[in-house]
């Protein structure tokens, strides 16, 4: 299984994994752009009803998209083209920003005088060593870093093989059809929150994130493929017990954290959004957050909203 911890961190996405990581990280496929071989990906979309007309629609993004999820579905279109404004987990400005990238590896950098080696099972330690070497990292440069920053630098760089890029995310294209037509692009948080929220993993949680990232390196990533074509599908309930259930169990403080505690944290900007006279909204954040009964779509429903999926693909099934 992919790592539950590590799944809780692609969580997070915004400042994680969509500002990019240094050059010596990164393992981004270049090359033309595919033609798309397949359907347009089924969308995880819902629509909320407000008062006097005014409407939110709820879209799930997989953070890390290959070319060949383009062109989005007619779905996404109509809420995009009907959509007023549009919101992410990050203010744009925030996510296209020079100082994201820095203000990550500040936080990364090791500081309390600890050798990684010390810090790590010999067994971890191990296979950290086989990777940098087939990796051409240099191990003494990633051992100035924490255990959770090595760990997300090897699942993105294994991710990147697999053609999954943060560049060709739907958060990024979005913001960028937002900017070309206009319409005005918010965050539901700051940049620095999110970065606050992986530093602030406990040391366990950090180890056992790396533990597992390398574990699946081993494994070929058959789990992150997985989740992507579950989001491709619009699979609601694989997403949801492969990302959320199990992670609910086994790791109730952090999932907790990563995820109940954000969603509260956004109803209130989202129910201002539903009031007379604010027109439309979309609202595009981590398929997670939309899911379950923790999930943004459930807890508006319990606010007393109508709530909608729109999937013109699943009615023709």
């Given amino acids: 299984m ?17 500002i990019g990581l240094p050059a010596t990280a990164s393992a981004r496929a270049d090359g033309p752009v595919a033609k798309p071989a397949h359907a347009p990906p089924v969308p995880l979309l819902w629509k909320v009803s407000g008062a006097q007309g005014s409407e939110l629609y709820l879209l799930g993004s997989f953070h890390l998209l290959k070319p060949d999820d383009y062109p989005v579905s007619a779905d996404v ?3 995009f ?3 007023d404004r549009l919101v992410f987990e990050l203010p744009p400005e925030q996510m296209s920003s020079p100082e994201l990238a820095t203000q990550m590896m500040q936080a990364a950098l090791r500081r309390d005088g600890r050798l990684l080696e010390n810090e790590l099972d010999a067994d971890t330690w191990r296979r950290l060593q086989a990777w940098s070497a087939a990796n051409n990292m240099p191990l003494e440069r990633l051992a100035g870093l924490k255990p959770w920053f090595i760990g997300l630098t090897i699942s993105l760089t294994q991710m990147a093989q ?9 958060d990024r294209h979005l913001m960028e059809r937002a900017a070309k037509a206009g319409k005005a692009a918010t965050g539901l948080e700051t940049a620095a929150s999110q970065i606050s929220m992986l530093d602030g993993m406990s040391a366990e949680e950090q180890r056992q994130l790396l533990r597992e990232a390398l574990e699946q390196v081993e494994k070929g990533d058959q789990q992150s493929r997985r989740l992507h074509d579950a989001w491709r599908r619009g699979d609601a309930a694989l997403l949801w017990n492969e990302m959320a259930a199990q992670m609910k169990r086994e790791y109730p403080r952090l999932y907790q954290r990563i995820n109940v505690d954000r969603n509260d944290a956004w109803l209130a900007p989202l129910q201002r959004q539903l009031q007379g006279g604010q027109g439309t909204t979309l ?16 807890k508006l429903r319990a606010k007393g909203y109508t709530v909608e999926r729109i999937c013109s693909a699943c009615k023709r099934r």
Avoid: F, T
């Fill in 2 to 18: 992919m790592s539950l911890i590590a799944r809780a961190a692609a969580a997070l996405l915004g400042a994680a994994l969509l």
């Fill in 77 to 79: 279109d109509s809420a």
């Fill in 81 to 83: 083209n009907a959509a």
């Fill in 162 to 170: 697999q053609g999954l890029d943060a560049e060709a995310g739907l």
């Fill in 283 to 298: 609202v595009v954040v981590g398929a997670l957050h939309l899911l379950g009964s923790d999930g943004v779509v459930e």
